[in-house]
């Protein structure tokens, strides 16, 4: 199975920050990376896929990049509602796998 | 707007199976996949399998053959079975769609079912 690891586990920022999240592969995926947000109590909602894509609606602060093993979620300037958990999802293979979260806190 | 609801019963006694129905409305299954995900209380997301709309589920290994998902294009839902549970299948379980994207994105989601595995 590929693993995937997210750092940091946990961040904490202020409104208006610039935040950078990375997602690592254990293997690479070329772009078969999508980005989650989750809310408490809520299901996720996805941001980004194929790596760089946005999905419609979400918010253009949202940008990913990356390709191969190493990739990046930044929102370019936080907002109220961004604070929640983001996690990435690699689909190059099954099982799909997902990162185990980033807790992005005030 | 797609809009995917999860029903099942919240409690399931250790070594009994668990049964989910995702409903589907304001779209067809038709054309896609669809696919179960959960996640234990705190912890994060697990794929648990999928299946396209005409059939040919696939599972993840990790279920160690407890899983099954079926699906029924005349009722527009689609189902999971585990099996032989224990504390460790207590968590969050939702269904979702995968998009047209190409990679897999889910792009819409039901809104989560707790199932406690509890004697």
């Known amino acids: 199975d590929i693993q995937m690891t997210q750092s940091p586990s946990s961040l904490s920022a202020s409104v208006g920050d610039r935040v950078t999240i990375t997602c690592r592969a254990s293997?690479?995926?070329?772009?078969?990376l999508n980005w989650y947000q989750q809310k408490p109590g809520k299901a996720p909602k996805l941001l980004i896929y194929a790596a760089s894509s946005l999905q419609s609606g979400v918010p253009s602060r949202f940008s990913g990049s990356g390709s191969g093993t190493d990739f990046t979620l930044t929102i370019s300037s936080l907002q109220p509602e961004d604070f929640a958990t983001y996690s990435c999802?690699?689909?190059?293979?099954?099982?799909?796998?997902f990162g185990q979260g980033t807790k992005l806190e005030i | 707007q797609v809009q995917l609801q999860e029903s099942g019963p919240g409690v399931v006694k250790p070594s009994e199976a668990l049964s989910l129905s995702c409903s589907v409305s304001g779209g067809s299954l038709r054309s896609y996949y669809w696919t179960w995900i959960r996640q234990p209380p705190g912890k994060g997301l697990e794929w648990i399998g999928d299946i396209y709309y005409s059939g040919g589920p696939r599972y993840n290994s990790s279920l160690k053959g407890r899983v099954t998902i079926s699906v029924d294009t005349s009722k527009n839902e689609f189902s999971l079975k585990l099996s032989s549970l224990t504390a460790a299948d207590t968590a969050f379980y939702y269904c979702a769609r995968v998009g047209r994207s190409g990679y897999y994105s889910l792009d819409y989601w039901g809104q989560g079912a707790l199932v406690t595995v509890s004697s």
């Open positions: 293997q690479s995926i070329s772009n078969y």
């Open positions: 999802q690699q689909s190059y293979s099954t099982p799909f796998t």
